[in-house]
């Protein structure tokens, strides 16, 4: 099996690779499928969350590939986040542990604080995934401040339940924030990250402070558009200037996208539920794009935000 790029994590020096398999949207009654075939195609990273809803399904799936000798529990590196309704001190461990217990695995290469933003916690016998939104409809915040759940996050460290720290959907300020209290500094930022959203001042940060940075939603609008809110912009995967350089190089589009990052030293999450596409999504080590073609692609950034949290309509009961 090819052996694929890696970044070295701050702190523990772990090789975490740079494209992985995001579980994301990636549908439950086939995921244990999804994921064994992923491993067996090659992929050596899932990127999973509480909020997905299918750790359990994606479990099997690894579990069944480490069965079959496939790989052993070491060679894949299992990414999950904790959801917004458990920052509390108090949560953190107890949804950490049944996470582990959905996967069936006994720790998390790196686990993630999903988004910086504290819900009002939702008893997971209750509803699981809890999702933004209360019983009632309305979003309810509560009053954790990030210090108390970066606390917690550093014991789960100290329990050996996760290897590596990090946050995701954070932006520079807060960044600066967790490093006058951390005893263990965030090594990973996950973010939104595509030729429409550079991010370059984020990426600039995060490199002078040694966090490596995750690029979520690396094809733009797509996932959104199949969401029904893509905002009106238009399909990366179809851009003209994305197409001509895959065309030049004899890659797909979506490889020429998720290279633009990886040659960057961004790692990246791909989801799909499509096989083929699964397996192309990997393959983005064998060809190297200019500077120049770098550039021009970097030069269609429009900030253009597709995960937006601050969307939430305060109307909503935001302050209720
Ligand atoms: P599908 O699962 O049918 O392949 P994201 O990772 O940002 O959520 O984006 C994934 C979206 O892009 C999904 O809609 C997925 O659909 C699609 N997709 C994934 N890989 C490719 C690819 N290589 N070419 C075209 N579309 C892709």
């Avoid at 350089?245 to 999450?269: E, F, M, Y």
């Amino acid at each position: 099996m090819a052996q694929h790029a890696t970044v070295a994590l701050k702190r523990t020096g772990a090789k975490m690779p740079l494209v992985g398999f995001g579980l994301w949207k990636v549908t439950k009654s086939t995921c244990a499928e999804t994921v064994y075939n992923a491993i067996k195609s090659g992929y050596r990273l899932l990127d999973g969350a509480g909020d997905y809803g299918n750790e359990k399904e994606a479990g099997e799936g690894l579990r069944r590939a480490i069965a079959d000798g496939i790989v052993k529990r070491e060679d894949v590196w299992v990414t999950s986040k904790l959801w917004n309704t458990f920052h509390a001190r108090e949560h953190v461990h107890a949804v950490a542990k049944k996470q582990l217990g959905l996967w069936g695995i006994d720790y998390f290469d790196l686990f993630l604080v999903h988004f910086p933003i504290a819900l009002e916690y939702v008893d997971p016998s209750h509803r699981y995934p809890p999702e933004w939104w209360g019983d009632d409809g309305k979003v309810h915040l509560a009053k954790v401040p990030f210090q108390e759940t970066w606390g917690a996050m550093e014991e789960l460290v100290d329990q050996g339940l996760v290897k590596n720290i990090g946050v995701s959907n954070t932006q520079g300020s807060l960044l600066l924030d967790i490093l006058r209290y951390a005893r263990y500094e965030p090594a990973v930022n996950q973010v939104e990250l595509h030729p429409y959203l550079t991010q370059e001042s984020l990426v600039k940060l995060c490199k002078t402070l040694g966090i490596a940075i995750t690029a979520y939603s690396s094809l733009g609008p797509q996932s959104y558009v199949e969401l029904g809110a893509d905002k009106g912009a238009k399909n990366l995967l179809e851009h003209d200037l994305i197409q001509s350089i895959a065309t030049k190089h004899s890659k797909s589009n979506a490889q020429v996208l998720l290279r633009w990052a990886v040659q960057q030293g961004l790692a990246v999450i791909p989801k799909s539920n499509n096989h083929d596409r699964l397996v192309q999504n990997l393959d983005v080590d064998q060809f190297t794009l200019s500077e120049e073609e770098l550039k021009s692609i970097s030069a269609l950034n429009v900030n253009l935000r597709l995960n937006d949290p601050a969307d939430i309509d305060p109307r909503m009961g935001i302050f209720a």
